[in-house]
């Protein structure tokens, strides 16, 4: 029980450094995705894989604010800050992603936004952020989806999200009718 009772000390204590040191200047950086639109034309969706402001403040806050502490920390302790992080920053955005309206193209752009993410987080650490971005990606490819009928096959592919959240996320839709979700989502 001593061991467990370290390994939890432990954990918090971590848990108070992210919060200190990182959620603090992450957050406000990951909140601006609620003031963009993520109602796109092709022309606005172009525009933003050619730059994409958001992205590039979020990945720019995460090299000034974490990448730093690795030449300050212990490598076990600076990777562990580093999954604590991104748990964090995925389980925030992903509550962020739920209060915002999408088009297809906007699902898209939602959807390529964590690919890169996932990748250039992986960079930082020994363990790969996919894990930690599977709810997300699951709501993005939900969201990108051209048509409802894509869905059932979508929702079928070992879904982490319960037939609720998927209900959800398909009404954060603008072009899905409501009625059409409760058809096929039973």
Request: aromatic share 10%; with cysteine.
């Amino acid at each position: 029980w001593v061991r467990e009772f370290m390994i939890k000390q432990w954990y918090q204590r971590r848990v108070r450094v992210c919060k200190v040191a990182v959620y603090s200047k992450l957050h406000p950086v990951v909140a601006e995705v609620t003031s963009t639109s993520h109602i796109l034309s092709e022309d606005s969706f172009l525009s933003l894989q050619l730059e994409d402001p958001w992205l590039q403040e979020v990945v720019k806050m995460f090299g000034e604010v974490v990448v730093p502490l690795e030449s300050l920390l212990h490598t076990e302790i600076y990777h562990s800050i580093v999954s604590t992080s991104i748990s964090e920053m995925t389980e925030y955005l992903e509550k962020l992603v739920m209060m915002c309206s999408f088009s297809q193209l906007g699902g898209l752009m939602l959807e390529r936004r964590l690919r890169f993410l996932s990748t250039y987080l992986s960079s930082l650490s020994r363990w790969s952020a996919r894990e930690q971005f599977a709810r997300l990606n699951y709501i993005a490819l939900l969201l990108c989806a051209e048509q409802l009928s894509e869905v059932s096959e979508i929702f079928f592919i070992s879904s982490p999200l319960s037939i609720q959240d998927v209900r959800k996320c398909l009404k954060l839709r603008t072009d899905f009718r409501r009625e059409e979700i409760e058809k096929i989502i039973n």
